[in-house]
């Protein structure tokens, strides 16, 4: 991309970055330049199609070159423009954590609808592995009456989760802990137990795309026995007799639904918009005593 002899305009840079993207194999390449080119300029993105004749400057390209380029290396354009949206909760994110994904938006809607009975109740919510912070503080914002709480294992990632929670004005206790060693922790009873924990497999690796596998953390993607990891998730859910919400590979959701079947009274192999099974949720029925 070069400035010498030619006017570049908002339409201009987009028609130019689009075909250059489809020529480095990146996803989505119109949305990409769209997002940079709002970020860059400071503006909605939408607006940008009330502006498609407006000269770029030279201090606008000077700040536009940098992002293109780190898009066309294949970097997510989350951590390119340092934010993604969340159900309703603007999330800042950068490769010290796990970009949203649309199956954890809608692990949160099925946690809402399963939960009606008991919104406006003082409900103990605990996240493990909570990375960004993105599920507590979504569900804090549609249910402020309850009280819910993060762990994770990297310190990285709960200073990023408590700048969250300040963002999105939520009041929501981010604390450390290791889903290996869950019964030690302190704690009044939980009432609700959700988590996205890393359930990609090494040889899984191979079927990734490379802007996902170079760029984001492999501690919240990767584990060598995800089932194991579950498995410690689901006991302790089932000890604190708590209403249980997990994301799951689809690939071994089932042998997971196998094992929250043998601690919970009532569980549930649910899918995602997909098709695919994603989701399980699992209820002992005799729900905690919530004042």
């Not at 196998?258 to 549930?268: G, K, L, N």
């Not at 949720?281 to 005593?289: C, L, M, Q, Y």
Request: with cysteine; proline share 6%; aromatic share 8%.
């Amino acid at each position: 991309m070069s400035n010498k002899g030619r006017v570049w305009t908002i339409l201009s840079m987009i028609k130019w970055a689009e075909d250059y993207f489809l020529k480095k194999n990146i996803p989505d390449p119109r949305l990409s330049i769209e997002w940079i080119l709002a970020e860059a300029l400071d503006i909605k993105r939408l607006d940008l199609y009330m502006q498609f004749d407006r000269p770029l400057s030279s201090e606008e390209l000077d700040r536009i070159r940098p992002l293109v380029k780190r898009r066309a290396d294949h970097e997510p354009l989350q951590y390119i423009t340092g934010t993604a949206d969340f159900m309703d909760a603007t999330i800042h994110v950068n490769p010290g954590v796990l970009i949203p994904r649309i199956e954890t938006e809608q692990l949160v809607d099925l946690l809402l609808e399963k939960t009606k009975d008991i919104a406006d109740k003082p409900v103990r919510l605990l996240d493990i592995g909570t990375g960004s912070g993105c599920i507590p503080i979504a569900i804090k914002l549609k249910r402020p009456n309850w009280i819910c709480s993060g762990l994770d294992i990297s310190d990285e990632a709960l200073e990023l989760a408590r700048k969250n929670a300040g963002l999105n004005q939520t009041d929501v206790d981010f604390f450390t802990g290791n889903i290996n060693r869950l019964p030690e922790i302190e704690s009044e009873p939980w009432h609700i137990i959700i988590s996205n924990p890393p359930y990609i497999t090494e040889p899984e690796k191979e079927d990734m795309h490379e802007q996902v596998l170079n760029h984001e953390p492999k501690l919240a993607l990767f584990h060598e026995n995800p089932l194991d990891l579950y498995r410690k998730i689901i006991e302790f859910a089932a000890a604190q007799n708590a209403r249980l919400f997990l994301e799951c590979n689809d690939k071994t959701a089932g042998q997971t639904a196998e094992i929250a079947a043998r601690f919970f009274m009532q569980s549930e192999l649910l899918k995602d918009l997909d098709g695919n099974n994603r989701f399980i949720f699992a209820d002992k029925s005799v729900t905690n005593v919530i004042p």
